[in-house]
């Protein structure tokens, strides 16, 4: 495994500086965790770049910095127990794991979390539990955790996910009619009940029910 030369990895982490990720332990977990494992095929060459890029299903590994402000935004404690909806290529799941005691992450393609775990596997990424499923209805079993992410958009943050967040915990997701302008929302579990807050617009492939038909 070579990973990006310094120079492309210099320019890579001066981006994500650029667009705002500023904090030092995800500007850290992104120095580590080398995108270029994430994304194969034709894409491969521009994985240092800042840009969403295309991979298995129909689905998209998330721009860096989109990545790097979720997970600030998340505020990810070593003590955390995470739950990742949307693996996808297993990129975002990969930082997290960096930064949290354990991170679950589950996607509705099969065939994209079998990819993702063998990366998981050559990182040697032993905190991370993959899941093939709905996302949409969390993980009971797991439930309840201190930080939720979701790296597809919904029209509302779903009220499964809403019920397995515990008191103090946050959720950052992407909400909005798919495909057109989504916002970014951060969600705080209080004892008294939620308080959301707009963070910036985005654009992620939409939360879609049951399960994928890849096997
Ligand atoms: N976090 C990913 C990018 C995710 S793209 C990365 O770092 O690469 C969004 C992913 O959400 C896709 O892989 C898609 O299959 C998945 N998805 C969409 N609806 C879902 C649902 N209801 N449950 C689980 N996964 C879902």
């Known amino acids: 495994m070579s990973g990006p030369d310094p120079e492309t990895k210099m320019q890579f982490l001066f981006a994500l500086r650029s667009k705002g990720v500023t904090d030092k332990r995800v500007l850290a977990a992104m120095e580590e965790v080398d995108r270029g494992l994430f994304v194969r095929g034709l894409f491969s060459g521009r994985a240092y770049e800042d840009m969403p890029l295309p991979i298995a299903c129909g689905q998209t590994i998330s721009q860096p910095s989109v990545v790097g402000l979720m997970t600030q935004a998340l505020e990810v404690t070593p003590r955390d127990k995470v739950l990742e909806v949307g693996t996808g290529s297993g990129y975002q799941a990969a930082i997290l794991a960096k930064l949290a005691r354990r991170v679950y992450t589950v996607d509705r393609h099969?065939?994209?979390?079998?990819?993702?775990?063998?990366?998981?596997?050559?990182?040697?990424?032993?905190?991370?539990?993959?899941?093939?499923?709905?996302?949409?209805?969390?993980?009971?079993?797991?439930?309840?955790?201190?930080?939720?992410?979701?790296?597809?958009?919904?029209?509302?943050?779903?009220?499964?996910?809403?019920?397995?967040?515990?008191?103090?915990?946050?959720?950052?997701?992407?909400?909005?009619q798919s495909d057109t302008v989504q916002t970014l929302i951060r969600v705080r579990r209080t004892e008294q009940g939620f308080d959301y807050d707009e963070l910036r617009p985005v654009r992620f492939v939409p939360l879609l029910e049951g399960l994928g038909k890849d096997g």
Do not use: C, W, Y
């Open 110 to 176: 099969a065939r994209l979390v079998r990819a993702a775990q063998l990366v998981f596997q050559q990182l040697q990424l032993v905190n991370i539990t993959t899941m093939t499923a709905d996302g949409s209805f969390g993980l009971p079993d797991q439930a309840p955790f201190d930080r939720i992410i979701v790296t597809a958009a919904a029209e509302d943050a779903p009220g499964p996910l809403l019920a397995q967040l515990k008191i103090g915990g946050i959720m950052v997701l992407p909400v909005g």
